[in-house]
């Protein structure tokens, strides 16, 4: 189906970015791996273009020479969204990366895919603005890749996840044309919205090569509220109790009691003792106004009450304290993934079924006899489920596991009115279980989709769906 890179191709691949942006001897192993698992595909030549004209460029010869081209951000993808599994050309957005415009009257930035999530954050704070999408990769992922993959991170839960913070996006299509979504507007009424298709899009049907965001005014306090439970369906239960208590917090995050002792043994620093703990909520609010951050705190008390909590919650109300805090909740990916073979699922239900959804991975769990680590953005509903391999025989974990629990999961999680993935996308690990979450309707409506955009398929062929 697809044509390999043949000399001369890869002398025209030259010609358009320069032979210090492509890449073809051992450095491809770099571009050939995300976080996902273990799996490894590089591509044939990484090209680093340093503009839109030159992805047209690339893209125009693809098309035209049936080469499959995969977007490659920073590669901290949790779907293998940016696996090269057909080879080709790997085309990475390393060097589109610079901030072009903070527009302070208007409160928007425009800026290249290229750019981390928290130097744009950490830029338009200067401003005393604020662009909360922050996934706990944040110090490494790339904004382009946040908005293929619609992130969230710990701050949706107020704000909302990347797809709310998106204005507009030049993007060039698989033949090689060069578009915008929209306007520079915070309302936009005007036809089809191709700014939110492109949301969540996985690279592919097209490469954003501009995005303009949204900030808003920099809250000036937070409040971090640190609560452990005796029991982890407890922690669960008490999410939407907070809501019920007319309380928004700016973030409510949920670990088990395996998670935070992946996490501490990861940091060496053992700030709970674990022997009585199920699971711990981090409840954050944040706001210009200090007393009623007290006043939503002591109402966050209020509903504590009626759980059984390992000790007093926490109140961390100084930047240092709750930084150390936040510390083990963002190393968990790292603790997880660094230290273990695992596989990772992303599920979100409506927040009051946490508890549900949570006891049902644990009886999944011992009727497979895995282990898994749970964590997530609680206050979104949002599960990461981190089945671990332990001592399992390779059938159990290559076999069972994938076609047999992690289905019975999902089932599960759609019965509970929620889906698959709440940030982490579909890529190349999860489209086998899209029939589970879409019917043949939906998804061939989708297809249909892909097909306009991208006719002869080369753009990051086989992620979201099979054909
Ligand atoms: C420790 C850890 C913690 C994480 N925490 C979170 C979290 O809290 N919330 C969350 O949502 N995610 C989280 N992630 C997942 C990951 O960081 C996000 O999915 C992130 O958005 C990926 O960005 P990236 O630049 O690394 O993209 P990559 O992994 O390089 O690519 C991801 C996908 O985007 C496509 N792509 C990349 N750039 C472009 C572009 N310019 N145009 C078109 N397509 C493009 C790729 O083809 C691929 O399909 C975490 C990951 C790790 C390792």
Not at 132 to 157: M, Q, R, Y
Not at 210 to 220: A, D, S
Not at 295 to 318: G, Q
Not at 433 to 457: C, Q, R, T, W
Request: aromatic share 8%; charged share 20%; net charge negative.
């Amino acid at each position: 189906m697809y044509n390999k890179i043949s000399p001369s191709i890869q002398e025209r691949i030259v010609q358009i970015v320069g032979s210090n942006n492509t890449i073809t001897d051992e450095r491809l192993e770099d571009y050939s791996h995300d976080m996902t698992e273990d799996f490894k595909f590089p591509p044939e030549i990484v090209v680093k273009p340093e503009n839109a004209e030159q992805i047209a460029k690339i893209l125009k010869l693809a098309n035209e020479e049936r080469i499959p081209v995969t977007p490659i951000g920073a590669r901290t993808g949790l779907s293998g969204g940016m696996l090269c599994v057909y080879g080709g050309i790997g085309l990475s957005l390393e060097k589109l990366n610079k901030i072009i415009h903070i527009d302070t009257d208007n409160l928007q930035a425009t800026v290249e895919p290229g750019v981390i999530t928290e130097n744009l954050q950490k830029a338009v704070e200067k401003f005393g603005l604020y662009y909360p999408p922050d996934p706990s990769s944040k110090g490494s992922c790339f904004i382009g890749g946040n908005v293929a993959e619609n992130a969230g991170g710990a701050h949706a839960v107020k704000y909302g996840t990347t797809k709310d913070f998106i204005l507009n996006l030049q993007v060039v299509l698989p033949n090689g044309e060069i578009i915008h979504t929209g306007a520079n507007t915070l309302k936009n009424s005007t036809g089809y919205s191709l700014t939110q298709l492109m949301l969540g899009s996985e690279g592919t049907l097209g490469i954003i090569t501009q995005i303009t965001v949204k900030l808003i005014p920099y809250p000036i306090y937070r409040l971090l509220l640190k609560a452990n439970f005796v029991s982890p369906f407890d922690a669960c239960r008490a999410v939407s109790q907070i809501f019920h208590a007319k309380i928004t917090p700016s973030a409510l995050e949920f670990m088990e009691k395996d998670a935070i002792d992946f996490g501490q043994n990861y940091l060496q620093s053992f700030l709970d003792d674990t022997t009585h703990l199920g699971g711990q909520l981090l409840i954050e609010v944040d706001g210009n106004h200090l007393d009623s951050l007290y006043l939503d705190i002591e109402k966050i008390y209020e509903v504590l009450k009626h759980f059984e909590l390992v000790s007093e919650p926490i109140l961390a109300d100084t930047h240092d304290k709750q930084e150390a805090i936040w510390r083990l909740r963002r190393c968990l990916g790292h603790a997880v993934k660094g230290t273990t073979i695992y596989k990772e699922e992303d599920t979100v239900v409506p927040r009051a079924k946490l508890a549900e959804l949570l006891n049902f991975v644990k009886k999944t769990g011992k009727k497979y006899g895995f282990q898994s680590v749970c964590y997530g953005h609680a206050g979104d509903g949002n599960l990461h489920i981190n089945i671990i391999k332990n001592q399992l025989d390779e059938l159990t974990w290559k076999e069972i596991i994938p076609k047999k629990a992690i289905p019975e999961i999902f089932y599960f999680t759609k019965q509970l009115g929620g889906t698959l993935s709440g940030e982490h996308g579909i890529g190349w690990v999860q489209k086998d279980y899209m029939p589970i979450a879409f019917n043949e309707i939906e998804i061939n409506l989708m297809k249909g989709i892909k097909k306009l955009f991208d006719p002869n398929l080369i753009l990051n062929p086989s992620k979201i769906f099979n054909f």
